[in-house]
């Protein structure tokens, strides 16, 4: 899967966990740009984002992302 095909299916992820289909998210993408972001909204889109590309996150991978590009970077290393 190619950089740009985890964008695009992450970000319709964002889409759908945020009910939200004008959302646009970009590698700068925190919880503080998307409204609704909270932390049940957390555990929800990494569940969704599992789920999306069958991929399984650690605690510590996931308290380690800053960005929603850290999230495709983690998501690059494990859809290998």
Avoid: C
Avoid at 44 to 69: D, I, P
């Amino acid at each position: 899967m190619t950089n740009e095909e985890i964008r695009r299916k992450l970000n319709g992820v964002f889409q759908q966990v945020f009910d939200a289909p004008e959302l646009e998210v970009g590698d700068a993408t925190t919880a503080e740009d998307v409204p609704g972001w909270d932390s049940l909204a957390h555990v929800n889109l990494v569940v969704a984002v599992e789920k999306a590309f069958s991929v399984r996150f650690t605690t510590k991978e996931v308290k380690g992302l800053a960005n929603v590009g850290d999230m495709i970077r983690l998501i690059e290393r494990r859809a290998k």
